[in-house]
C-alpha cells in the first residue's frame, strides 16, 4: 500500500472518531459555535414608593439570580408620581409598588389596573442627628411637638402632593392635636409656616387643604419632593428632625422614636381616630387618615405583563416576605388581593373579603411543542453525512 493512500485511511480515521465524539454528545463544535441556548435580555420596569427602594433592590438582585435572562430596571419616586409615570407621562411599565394601596384603585382603575396586592405596612416616626440635632437630648415620645415648636428647630417632611409619607405627616400634627388635647399643635407647626390649611367639618372630621405651591418657611420647615431624600440632611445635621417610615430609618441607621400608635397610622384598631383627618390635594383628590398599607399591581399597558407578574409573585411570596422583615418593614402574611386577581396569583393571597382563594386545580400536563432542529441534530446530519462518505471511498477502494 503507498505512503499516499496510508496517510489518507489515517485522516479518514481521524475524521471518523470525530464524527463518533459529535453522535456521542461531546461538545467538539462548542468553541467554534454561539451557544444554541443563548436568550434575549428582557426588562422589567418597575416604579415605586421612595420607602421601597432598599428592600426591592434586594429583591432585584435575587430575583435576576433565578431569571439570569431579565433586567429589573426600577425607579424609585414618590407613590403618586409613581403612578402618574403610567397615567400621565404614558411611559410603560410592567409593576407599579406604592406606599398607599388605594392609589392603585383610585388612580389607575380602570384604565390603567383592575387588581392589586396589599403585601407590607409601616408606620410613621420622627427620625433625628444624635449628635447634630437641636435638643436631641431632650426630645421624647411625650414632649416632641413642643420641641418642634423652638424657634431654633428646624423639621421636616415630604411633599403631600406627591408622596404618602408627606400627606401622613401632615395628618399626623392634627392627630396630635386630638391624642395631647393641645388645640394649637397644628396652627403652630403647620398654618403659621405653610401654605397648609385646616378646618373643621360638621360631622367633626378635619380636612386639611394642600395647594401646590406650599410656600415653606425655609428657615423652620423643609419639603421635598419625596421622604427618603431627607435622610441625607438629617444624617448631615442639615435639618434637625424629620417624619419618616421606620422602615427608612432602620435602612439607613437614623436615630428616631416612636409615635403613639393613636397618631402614627399603624394599627387597624385606631381605624377609627385616624379617619377623623382627611387631606386634600392640590389635584383635588381627597386622602383619608388609615393604618399605611402598600400595594402592588401590574399595570394594563405593560409590555412584559407575564414577567411583571412574576415579580409581583416574588415580592409577595416567601423571598419576599423575609426580605422585608430583615428590613425593619413587616410583610403581610398572607398577601391580601383584590379586584380582578390574575390566577397566578390565587393561590399566594386571601380575597379582600378574607375569604381565602382556593388552590388551583391541577391542570394535565400539556404536549411539548415541537421545537425546530438545533445544532444537535446539524451535527448528526453531517456526521451521518460524513460515514456515508468514508463508506463509499472504501468501496471504491
Known sequence: MSMVKKEMKKRDLVVLWIVIAILAGIPVAAFCTPSAGAREVQTVKVFHAGSLAVPLEEAESQFEVLHSDVDVQRESMGSISAVRQITDVGKNGEVIASADYTLIPGMMYPEYADWYVRFATNDLVLTYNLELSMYADEITPENWYEILRRDDVVFAFSNPNLDPCGYRAVMVFQLAELHYGDEQIFDDLILDNTAITIS??????????????????????????????????????????????????????????????????????????????????????????????????????????????????????????????????????????????????????????????????????????????????????????????????????
Do not use: C, W
Not at 339 to 356: F, I, K, T, W
Open 200 to 397: 373643621e367639618e360638621v360631622d367633626g372630621t378635619y380636612l386639611i387643604t394642600v395647594p401646590e405651591d406650599q410656600k415653606p418657611n425655609t428657615e423652620k420647615v423643609d419639603i421635598r419632593p419625596k421622604s427618603v431624600e431627607l435622610v441625607a440632611f438629617v444624617e448631615e445635621g442639615g435639618l434637625d428632625y424629620a417624619f419618616e417610615y421606620r422602615s427608612v430609618a432602620v435602612q439607613h441607621n437614623l436615630a428616631f422614636f416612636d409615635l403613639p400608635e393613636q397618631i402614627d397610622l399603624s394599627k387597624v384598631e385606631y381605624a377609627d381616630t385616624y379617619k377623623k383627618v382627611k387631606l386634600e390635594t392640590a389635584d383635588g383628590k381627597t386622602k383619608t387618615g388609615k393604618p399605611i398599607v402598600y400595594g402592588i399591581t401590574v399595570p394594563t399597558n405593560a409590555e412584559n405583563p407575564e414577567l411583571g407578574l412574576e415579580f409581583v409573585k416574588f415580592v409577595i411570596g416567601d423571598a419576599g416576605q423575609k426580605i422585608f422583615s430583615d428590613m425593619g418593614q413587616p410583610p403581610i402574611v398572607p398577601p391580601l388581593g383584590s379586584g380582578n386577581l390574575p390566577e397566578e396569583l390565587e393561590s399566594l393571597v386571601e380575597l379582600e373579603d378574607g375569604e381565602a382563594t382556593p388552590t388551583p386545580s391541577p391542570t394535565s400536563t400539556p404536549t411539548p411543542t415541537p421545537e425546530e432542529p438545533g445544532f444537535g441534530a446539524i451535527y448528526a446530519i453531517t456526521g451521518l453525512s460524513v460515514i456515508a462518505y468514508l463508506a463509499l471511498r472504501r468501496r471504491k477502494e
